[in-house]
């Protein structure tokens, strides 16, 4: 289960990361229709953004495999996190979808089988 939650968060991460590259080169398609306008003149806020999510994403995968509890916890967050505002982010919020379906169910799974112990 570790290894499937941790594969869906670093695919999802270096998505997310990709964002970098909008910023470095300020290039972007015309053809890019988000919901809201604000997110089609701004592109690179919305990458900002992107990459934040994606470096919290990073630090989740390092906890999980280090078996810890906040590790688990901050994949929990990060996908309730992305289910919130993925709307915004229509049409390309339906990949965001995909990949925090598995990270959420499967931490709550774990999460109920008492799988990660706590630290003291």
């Known amino acids: 289960m570790k290894i499937i939650i941790t594969f869906f968060l670093s695919v999802h991460a270096l998505l997310e990361l990709s964002g970098i590259f909008i910023i470095l080169f300020q290039q972007v398609s ?25 470096i919290i994403r990073l630090i989740s995968v390092y906890g999980i495999l280090k078996n810890t509890l906040w590790g688990l916890k901050m994949s929990l967050y990060i996908s309730m996190v992305t289910f919130m505002t993925l709307t915004f982010y229509l049409p390309y919020g339906a990949i965001d979808a995909v990949l925090a379906t598995p990270v959420f169910i499967i931490s709550v799974i774990l999460g109920n089988k008492n799988a990660y112990k706590v630290k003291k």
């Open 30 to 54: 015309h053809n890019t229709i988000f919901y809201f306008e604000m997110l089609n003149k701004n592109p690179a806020v919305t990458a900002i953004f992107g990459i934040c999510a994606g």
